[in-house]
């Protein structure tokens, strides 16, 4: 290994290490936000906080006040800079960078950094168990692989900020809060900043779990979808006294749960539905007043997505009905459907393979899931400029999501190397502009 490859491996493994331990939840990365806030200030970036680059009226599934404040607190007892944390409080926690490179195109990277609600392993094999980097946080950990993500937007950012040579225009490095349940991405694209941008990139570590060194180039294939929060009141009774003066909300959300999936097919593509949870009443002997459903729908379009959200409510509101039961329906989270540039894709896999990926693959890897950072490409998309979600292929030590999750820390530089020859190529021209 070249000296610089070993340090830029050495600095992305400790800082993913570092960010693997403060793990912190959508929308509460105070600790995680604040440090990238001032590595780029410190790499002569011009950084921008919270709602400067997030329009509050579209940020989805924020924690409650309570939570916000004890996250804060956390962050702050942990060692987050009080001046930059201040101005995230409440839930804005996305940070950008920009930096300014004389003429050429805009580009825009983004990388998500929140963490998953799960309990990391205790095992002692799990490797961050065993070397002590383990999330600090009960019920938090870093199952998807965003820390390497941060670690991949700091390499980058320090890539492009140590050789100016390589590359021309403008670059927007975007990290994004609660892409968990698909909650944070919206309010970045709402606020304008990227409106801007000619080329927008992101990737994901992971994915295809088959352990070779392999750049995805192309991601299509989002599903749309919307994740719905379903409160049903009714009116509690003693249930042997006068149960007629009761209205049940457990039986109006379980009638609930059973018609939406007699929801037809849509004869436009694929579609799901699924009731994820159900709680509700206080006692045997009550009528229940209260019960709740949280349910997400998808669609491989934004059009059958829509359809699936629009039964589903149609559905609850007319069962509510039927029962005497109020029903309440909060949007939770949305993404839309998406589909990667092409001609990005080619440029993307020959930096790849430069970078030192073993394989690149060109042709379209269906998702399957649903990634917020969609509205990001299609706002972008909507104005002229193109984009591109790829996939940088590592080995996994068990699947997304699992307490034992975890990455191959040696591949952490391919990706950052790759981000970094993309931008040279792109504002050299390389792709048709807008
Ligand atoms: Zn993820």
Request: glycine share 12%; with cysteine.
């Amino acid at each position: 290994m070249k000296p610089e490859a070993a340090a830029l491996s050495a600095f992305m493994t400790a800082e993913r290490r570092e960010f693997h331990r403060h793990a912190e939840s959508a929308f509460t990365e105070f600790w995680t936000a604040s440090r990238i806030a001032g590595f780029l200030a410190r790499e002569g970036y011009e950084v921008r906080i919270g709602r400067e680059i997030m329009n509050p009226e579209y940020r989805m599934g924020v924690p409650d006040e309570e939570v916000l404040e004890s996250c804060y607190r956390r962050a702050l007892d942990e060692g987050a800079d009080p001046a930059i944390a201040e101005r995230m409080r409440g839930g804005f926690t996305a940070v950008a960078g920009i930096l300014r490179n004389g003429p050429g195109p805009v580009l825009g990277f983004r990388f998500d950094m929140d963490a998953v609600d799960v309990q990391e392993s205790g095992d002692a094999d799990h490797l961050p168990r065993k070397l002590g980097f383990a999330s600090l946080h009960e019920g938090v950990m870093h199952a998807c692989g965003h820390d390497a993500h941060v670690a991949t937007g700091l390499a980058l950012a320090r890539l492009l900020a140590s050789d100016r040579d390589a590359w021309r225009g403008t670059v927007k490095l975007v990290f994004q809060p609660a892409e968990e349940g698909v909650r944070g991405a919206r309010s970045i694209a709402e606020s304008g900043f990227l409106d801007d941008v000619d080329y927008m990139i992101a990737g994901h570590v992971g994915i295809v779990p088959d352990g070779t060194r392999t750049f995805y180039g192309r991601v299509s294939g989002f599903l749309s979808t919307t994740k719905l929060d379903l409160h049903f009141t009714g009116r509690a009774a003693h249930a042997g006294v006068n149960p007629e003066l009761g209205r049940s909300a457990i039986l109006a959300a379980a009638a609930t749960a059973l018609q939406i999936q007699g929801i037809p097919r849509h004869s436009g593509g694929a579609s799901r539905i699924n009731i994820g949870r159900i709680s509700g009443g206080t006692g045997r002997n009550v009528i229940p007043e209260h019960a709740f459903l949280a349910l997400e729908t998808r669609g491989q379009t934004s059009e059958i997505n829509e359809f699936m959200a629009s039964e589903a409510t149609r559905i609850a509101e007319g069962v509510g009905q039927a029962y005497g039961v109020r029903v309440r329906i909060e949007k939770m989270g949305e993404a839309s459907d998406a589909r990667s540039d092409p001609e990005l894709a080619r440029i993307a896999a020959a930096c790849a393979l430069e970078a030192g990926y073993e394989r690149a693959v060109e042709e379209p890897l269906p998702l399957g899931g649903s990634e917020d950072f969609s509205f990001l490409m299609n706002r972008v998309e909507a104005r002229g400029g193109k984009a591109l979600f790829v996939v940088l292929g590592t080995e996994l030590a068990d699947a997304h999501h699992s307490p034992r999750f975890d990455i191959r820390e040696e591949d952490l530089p391919l990706g950052a190397l790759t981000f970094a020859l993309l931008a040279g190529r792109l504002s050299a021209g390389e792709a048709s502009g807008r």
